[in-house]
């Protein structure tokens, strides 16, 4: 298992015709532990996580991993370095068995280079790694089913299961809760502390009973600008979070 | 999807390619009916298996892209095409200028000579293509100037006259010979079958080869969720350039198989239509499956060649079938079967390929 | 020499006119609905015929505007019947059915008219002939009546997608389409409309080209990637992309023939490589729209 990776921003903004969704957040996210950003609709939590992981050009500031600068690079060198996203809305294939998901995810990082006459199946070490992490996110008993045909709550396991697969040092999961049960949400909860280990977890959540139970810490985002990062306790304790969030909080 | 033992699906391949002949209809195969006086061609039930196999060639590299890759190039026949001149020209040599420069060449009977010039050249133009279409296009955009593009071999082959014949193309290609088998043992249209259906198997093989490889899965998984497969890590333009690439070398293959086959080659090779053709051949037989391209093939011209007898507007036949498949059977031949062993008639429209909700964000 | 660089400049204008038609016909069905129609060139070829076939029995004027209603109304029939049951699919499905159709379009136009070109009848007096400007002698059909009825066409087309409430639906485009429907509006039905107004647009092109190109079968396929090109050149689903690509490569494929005739056809694929290289999403195309 990897240990954690640092993120650092200085200065990060993303304007969108005008709108300054995310404006000169300077953030630094150290390595290990979980650490959740929260906010009202419209703070700009979902693009600073596109401008995280790749998906989004910031129009202003630079993102460091580490020592290493990575503003402009593509969504999958990042994946390669060790920056996994998982998505808001479960972005899996579909028509591609349970376990070839998880395959591709574990291949992907394997060597860099596609075997190309050397027929997958014979490639053991990582469809015994596949298997290893099907294990962990409790789908083996799927494994043969198209993705598409699972339940709600199992694609979304899945959906953490290609992040894990590609055995990250920062996992960035997006809303990773988004939409289920009270038994999901307890399930992936344990799956999510289950693959912390030593890496660095970044969250994005609304669920905050969730959020106060699992952070090690919290930064709150508000109009593109983060407003405080403390412990639970802190953050509960904020005169401006309060106001923010008008009663949000337990 | 992936068959459980691979040599007996290649063994059954190759028996039954070994069969094919024995199951073309007798008759004339009248290749080009309007082309009027270019290329009539009286042929024995032979030839029809021969074509077959050449436009299997051709309908497996465009499978490669559009049935595992997820992206339809509606030009593929400029790869044909290039394979094809550029064998018909390495065969009887050439004498033009280019601006400034004189360019010659005698000719030579070495096949597979020839066909190394034709791989090379058409490698090198589908990478440069794919360089500039990849990054910048996908989905219809990246159809329709895959189809531009293979307009412009088109008017160069028949503007060209100099360099390839213009619109008669390239007439009196020799048949190769084989070293260790009689001098003109290619000329007789068995003989040739055989030596095109070894060529055809060992493509099948190769193609059989990519398509169960880490390379065909990545590749699949790009049809399915790009953008998802980029944030696995996959640098998935390489992969999309690499796919064009090696999809372009098997039209390659089958035009140099048809430059010595017809022993002629002239721009329709490369036009609208041949691109079209093979799309069709393709969805007919089924885009997802391995055996499809060739089936489609079979299917294809069985039928032109029982209604190019009978109606003179048989085009029109090709079209309402190819309309009807699209609608109601768009996963093909192979997919129609397989749906109807399964699940019955209704599931054979349900299951369609493609639909949109499996297509998210690219 | 000047003489002859005016007569390529103005032939291009025509067919630059006739190009730009086509052109956004094809443009307003890409951009509202993200489908390509393959049969767009097979419209083009049938307003082209029909107006051969009417005009001798309505007139020049009626047959024109016959011909494009016509094909308008055929579009609209194309759309219910063969294109809606694809919407659930990607985009490429309407690419290789409309391929078919078109086959199907061009074997029905043989077997109607014949695979050799049929010669226009002949333009009423008051459209044959030429003006005379100074030394050049202006074609009254393809220098004024032509270019007219485009520019009038082309001003009608702009104030329903600019001034009209179907245009507002029409720009917020494929991205918005579920967006608008839950706006209560019947997106159906405007992907309809707007189908057999792209198909008019192309059987008006037809029409209007009848009397001075050969009319033949293979029309359609001839225009068909022409126009897609002029379309990846001005950029998918604009406006004037669809004006300013087609009056570009009308004219400058014209004056190519002064220049280089072997390559007259090349032209248009040249600018589109060109314009490729430096602007992918071609001179006026939004970012994003199909990729």
């Known amino acids: 298992m990897s240990s954690g990776g640092s993120l650092r921003t200085e200065g990060l903004t993303r304007t969108f015709a005008g709108f300054r969704a995310v404006g000169d957040v300077t953030l630094e996210i150290p390595e290990g532990g979980v650490r959740t950003i929260i906010g009202p609709n419209g703070a700009g939590k979902t693009t600073l996580f596109n401008l995280l992981s790749g998906l989004l050009a910031p129009t202003a500031g630079r993102i460091f991993y580490g020592d290493l600068e990575i503003t402009s690079l593509a969504p999958y060198r990042r994946a390669r370095l060790g920056i996994a996203r998982s998505f808001q809305i479960t972005n899996i294939f579909g028509k591609l068995s349970v376990f070839e998901n998880v395959r591709l995810a574990v291949a992907a990082v394997y060597d860099g280079k596609a075997n190309f006459l050397f027929p997958s199946r014979s490639m053991r070490d990582v469809n015994e790694t596949a298997e290893r992490v099907l294990g962990d996110i409790g789908l083996s008993a799927a494994a043969g089913?198209?993705?598409?045909?699972?339940?709600?709550?199992?694609?979304?396991?899945?959906?953490?299961?290609?992040?894990?697969?590609?055995?990250?040092?920062?996992?960035?999961?997006?809303?990773?809760?988004?939409?289920?049960?009270?038994?999901?949400?307890q399930e992936t909860v344990d799956l999510i502390g289950r693959i912390g280990g030593g890496r660095t977890i970044v969250l994005v959540e609304h669920d905050i009973d969730v959020v106060m139970r699992i952070s090690t810490s919290i930064a709150v985002m508000q109009a593109g600008q983060i407003l405080a990062i403390g412990t639970p306790q802190e953050i509960r304790e904020n005169e401006a979070v309060r106001r923010a969030y008008l009663g949000d909080l337990a | 999807m992936k068959p459980d033992r691979p040599w007996l699906t290649l063994a059954g391949i190759a028996i039954a390619l070994g069969l094919l002949p024995f199951f073309m209809p007798d008759g004339t195969l009248d290749l080009f009916p309007f082309a009027g006086a270019r290329l009539p061609f009286h042929a024995g039930f032979v030839d029809l298996a021969t074509t077959i196999l050449v436009f299997g060639l051709f309908a497996i590299g465009f499978n490669l892209l559009f049935g595992h890759t997820g992206e339809l190039s509606f030009g593929h026949a400029m790869f044909f095409a290039l394979g094809a001149y550029a064998t018909a020209l390495f065969a009887k040599g050439f004498d033009v200028m280019v601006g400034p420069v004189h360019l010659q060449f005698a000719g030579s009977g070495n096949a597979l000579l020839a066909l190394a010039v034709a791989l090379t050249l058409v490698a090198l133009w589908a990478w440069l293509l794919a360089r500039v279409i990849v990054p910048r296009s996908s989905g219809i955009y990246y159809s329709m100037i895959t189809l531009a593009f293979a307009q412009v071999i088109y008017f160069i082959a028949f503007h060209w006259g100099d360099l390839t014949g213009g619109e008669d193309g390239l007439q009196g290609i020799p048949r190769p010979e084989v070293p260790g088998l009689p001098p003109g043992w290619l000329g007789d249209g068995v003989h040739f079958y055989i030596a095109a259906a070894v060529v055809a198997f060992a493509a099948i093989v190769i193609n059989y080869g990519i398509v169960r490889s880490n390379f065909g899965s990545v590749l699949r998984a790009i049809r399915e969720n790009k953008q998802r497969a980029r944030f696995l890590?996959?640098?998935?333009?390489?992969?999309?350039?690499?796919?064009?690439?090696?999809?372009?070398?098997?039209?390659?293959?089958?035009?140099?198989?048809?430059?010595?086959?017809?022993?002629?080659?002239?721009?329709?090779?490369?036009?609208?239509?041949?691109?079209?053709?093979?799309?069709?051949?393709?969805?007919?037989?089924?885009?997802?499956?391995?055996?499809?391209?060739?089936?489609?093939?079979?299917?294809?011209?069985?039928?032109?060649?029982?209604?190019?007898?009978?109606?003179?507007?048989?085009?029109?036949?090709?079209?309402?079938?190819?309309?009807?498949?699209?609608?109601?059977?768009?996963?093909?031949?192979?997919?129609?079967?397989?749906?109807?062993?399964?699940?019955?008639?209704?599931?054979?429209?349900?299951?369609?390929?493609?639909?949109r909700s499996e297509r998210p964000a690219p | 020499?000047?003489?002859?660089?005016?007569?390529?400049?103005?032939?291009?204008?025509?067919?630059?006119?006739?190009?730009?038609?086509?052109?956004l016909g094809l443009n307003v069905i890409l951009g509202l609905m993200g489908v390509i129609n393959f049969s767009h060139g097979s419209f083009f070829m049938l307003g082209a015929y029909v107006a051969y076939t009417l005009a001798p029995h309505v007139g020049f004027f009626p047959s024109l505007l016959l011909a494009a209603a016509i094909i308008g109304v055929l579009g609209m029939l194309f759309e219910i019947f063969l294109i809606r049951p694809l919407y659930g699919r990607i985009p490429e499905y309407a690419l290789l059915l409309t391929y078919g159709t078109a086959l199907i379009f061009e074997q029905v136009a043989r077997r109607i008219w014949g695979d050799d070109a049929v010669r226009y009848p002949g333009l009423p007096d008051w459209l044959a002939g030429s003006v005379n400007v100074g030394s050049y002698a202006f074609p009254v059909y393809k220098d004024v009546f032509l270019v007219a009825v485009t520019v009038v066409i082309l001003t009608a087309v702009w104030l329903i997608i600019n001034r009209t409430n179907i245009g507002v639906i029409i720009r917020a485009g494929t991205r918005d389409a579920e967006m608008v429907e839950v706006l209560?509006?019947?997106?159906?039905?405007?992907?309809?409309?707007?189908?057999?107004?792209?198909?008019?647009?192309?059987?008006?092109?037809?029409?209007?080209?009848?009397?001075?190109?050969?009319?033949?079968?293979?029309?359609?396929s001839q225009w068909i990637v022409l126009t897609f090109v002029i379309v990846i050149v001005g950029g998918i689903g604009s406006f004037w992309g669809a004006v300013v690509g087609g009056l570009a490569i009308g004219i400058l494929s014209s004056l190519m023939e002064l220049v280089f005739p072997p390559a007259v056809e090349l032209t248009g694929f040249i600018i589109m490589g060109l314009v490729l290289l430096v602007r992918p999403r071609g001179l006026f195309g939004v970012e994003g729209l199909f990729e």
């Open chain 2, 233 to 355: 890590g996959y640098d998935v333009e390489k992969y999309r350039i690499n796919a064009f690439v090696l999809s372009a070398l098997f039209p390659a293959l089958g035009g140099w198989l048809w430059a010595y086959f017809q022993q002629s080659v002239n721009p329709d090779a490369g036009s609208v239509d041949f691109s079209g053709r093979v799309v069709m051949m393709s969805l007919l037989g089924g885009i997802n499956s391995f055996a499809g391209p060739i089936l489609g093939s079979f299917v294809y011209w069985d039928l032109q060649n029982r209604f190019a007898r009978f109606d003179r507007y048989w085009p029109e036949i090709i079209g309402i079938v190819f309309v009807f498949v699209v609608l109601l059977a768009p996963r093909g031949i192979t997919g129609a079967v397989e749906d109807l062993r399964r699940y019955g008639v209704g599931a054979m429209v349900r299951r369609s390929p493609g639909r």
């Open chain 3, 1 to 23: 020499m000047l003489h002859e660089i005016a007569d390529q400049v103005f032939n291009g204008i025509t067919l630059g006119m006739l190009y730009i038609l086509v052109a």
């Open chain 1, 145 to 185: 089913e198209p993705a598409e045909t699972l339940s709600h709550g199992d694609q979304r396991r899945l959906e953490i299961g290609l992040v894990l697969a590609t055995d990250p040092r920062i996992l960035l999961l997006d809303e990773p809760l988004a939409g289920m049960s009270p038994t999901e949400t």
């Open chain 3, 184 to 220: 209560g509006i019947n997106m159906p039905f405007t992907f309809t409309l707007v189908f057999g107004l792209g198909s008019f647009l192309a059987g008006l092109a037809g029409a209007l080209a009848a009397p001075v190109y050969a009319i033949i079968p293979n029309l359609a």
